[in-house]
Each structure stands twice: as C-alpha cells, then as structure tokens.
C-alpha cells in the first residue's frame, strides 16, 4: 500500500509538471512576444524540504499568497505558495512569467525559478532582509513599518522606477493592477522590491485601455475602473498615490476618521481633510516626527508637502488637475528627493 501511494503521488507530480509547464509556455510566449529567460524549475522535495512542508513558523507573510523564507542549496530563497484558487488560474502563469520578464530590475524582486509539481505553481525569489513594507499582523487603519522619512521617499522613487520600466520596456504596456504596500518587499538595505503580478494585465498595441474584469484590494481599486471595467495606466498611478499617502502617514488605504473614532474613511479623503484644516503636521506618522518638538526639519516638511500634493494628484483629489503618468511621477519623485 505504501509503494503504491508513492508510485499515485510520483505520477500526480508528473502530471502537475506537463500541465503545469504546458500553460507556463504559452503565457510566457503570449506575455514576451516569443522572447523571455529560460526558468529554473524546483522539484517539490527541494520546496518540502525548504519550508519544512509548509510549516507555518517558516511564514513571513500571509495575503492573497502565503510567503515563506526557506533555504534552498545554502541560499535564504522567499517562497510564494497559494492555498486558494481567488482568481483565474491563469494568473499563477502570468505571475511567473511577468516576474521573469522584470527580475532583471533592480526593483523587482529577482525571480529564481518555480515549481510545477503540485497542483499550483510555487515561485522561489531572492530573499528581501527586511520583509515586506507592511506587516500582517497590524491592527486596522495602521500601513507601515516604522521607517525615516528619507526611506519612505526612496521607497516611493523606487516603485514608480519600477511600474514606469513595467509600463514602457515591453512591446505591450503592461498595467500591474494590484499595487499596494504589501507586494513590497525591502533588502538589507531598505531598497524596494515589487512583486506579484498575479493581475497584471497588457494593453494591445495602439490602445489606451484594455477591457478587464475588475479585480484588486478594497480601497485601492481606481474608481473609473471600478466602475467601467476598463483598465488603463490611471490604475497603477491612483494605486501608487495611495503608496505614497501610506508611506506619509503611516496607515492604510482606510483609516479612522479623527471626528469620529468608529468610523473608516479612505486616506485620500483623511489627508485632504487635515491639509484643509492646516494640520498638516498631524498627518504625518509620528515615528517620524522629532521627538524634541513634536515638528520636521524644515527640508523634510518642504519635500513632506510636495510629496503630499503629488500623491493627492495620482488619486484624482486635485480639481482641474489630470492625473501624471507613471514616468512624469517617477521624475517628481525624483526631483522631490533632491530637495533641500
């Protein structure tokens, strides 16, 4: 009986490698127009043996996938595995094969290869130091690891770096869909690393838009998209000024309203509140703030506030103002950090 499960169990995972593998290359030919890097495959014993099965204390993050550091040949690897089927299976392929077209950007975190032998593709991915931006085990309204305002700023360069090569580097412009903090990671040193393209979408050649279902977290989803299904570069910029109000303030894409204790409210509105009110101090996330004084340098508070008007701006809160593409943010951002 037992050499009979092994032989079931041996020929289950060849049937998982060949379907696997078959859907893979079809994303991969679809996604890069014929051109990508060949993928190293893992066996399921080196993932096994990596996460010890699975093992929840092996867990570093626990989202829409479930994260795992493992060791794999004497290398800390970041494992990616889903419990679940949330979407279309599709997506696991395309995951793949969009981390491997944008590993060679050193804001993306490297893909190392997969797994096709179980039931779902499982990603191995160089091993980011200091975890993902945010934290699992946050109480609501709160976003961020406590972080210097300096970092916060590069973060923000950083990703928008990233989405603009993701945007302009391919035949297709492709849209990443899902940006929020938690698909980032950061190294040793504090250097972004964006992941998970499960939703990324391209756009045909000549188009502005693709028709798309409608898919992403609760709070971060573009409200024109939301409400038409199509789906543009607006998408990820509106995602990333709710990065950036994070990265500002601290909290997530739904805080609590200060009037009222009991009740959530998206950030955008939150910020904007506050920055009418002339608070814009009482914004900004207290680990930030000098200790002395309760206050920011006056460099900070100056780079603080056109930080703040530019991610207001991604998110559509600026009347008569049209919202910047991806590679105009990138260079604001980049501008923004120059300041003294």
């Not at 900004?284 to 002395?292: T, V, Y």
Request: with cysteine; proline share 5%; glycine share 8%.
């Amino acid at each position: 009986m037992f050499f009979w499960s092994r032989r079931k169990k041996k020929k289950q995972k060849k049937i998982n490698f060949h379907k696997n593998g078959s859907l893979l290359l079809e994303e991969l030919i679809s996604s890069s127009g014929g051109k990508y890097n060949p993928i190293r495959t893992f066996s399921c014993s080196e993932i096994l043996e990596a996460t010890n099965n699975f093992h929840w204390r092996y867990e570093i993050f626990r989202g829409r996938f479930v994260w795992y550091k493992g060791t794999v040949e004497n290398r800390a690897v970041l494992i990616k595995n889903c419990t679940e089927e949330p979407f279309g299976i599709e997506n696991f392929y395309r995951d793949i094969a969009v981390s491997s077209m944008m590993s060679s950007h050193k804001n993306v975190l490297k893909l190392l290869g997969c797994c096709l032998e179980f039931p779902r593709p499982v990603l191995v991915c160089d091993y980011p130091e200091n975890g993902a931006l945010t934290s699992p085990y946050m109480s609501a309204g709160e976003g961020i690891k406590p972080l210097a305002w300096n970092a916060r700023l590069k973060i923000a360069k950083e990703i928008a770096d990233a989405v603009t090569h993701l945007h302009t580097a391919f035949p297709r412009t492709i849209i990443h869909r899902d940006l929020k903090p938690s698909v980032i990671f950061l190294d040793e040193n504090l250097s972004a690393k964006l992941s998970s393209f499960s939703l990324s979408i391209p756009i045909p050649e000549g188009e502005s838009g693709v028709e798309g279902m409608i898919c992403g977290t609760n709070g971060y989803v573009e409200p024109e998209y939301c409400a038409t299904g199509f789906v543009t570069e607006n998408v990820d910029v509106y995602n990333l000024g709710f990065i950036m109000l994070s990265l500002l303030t601290g909290k997530s894409g739904f805080t609590r309203d200060d009037d009222d204790a009991n009740d959530f409210v998206l950030l955008h509105s939150y910020v904007d509140k506050l920055l009418g009110q002339g608070l814009f101090t009482k914004l900004i996330d207290p680990s930030m703030l000098n200790s002395a004084d309760g206050d920011v340098p006056d460099h900070s508070r100056l780079q603080m506030e056109a930080f703040a008007k530019l991610a207001l701006r991604c998110v559509g809160f600026v009347p008569g103002e049209n919202k910047p593409r991806m590679i105009d943010v990138a260079k604001e951002l980049k501008h923004i950090e120059k300041q003294t």
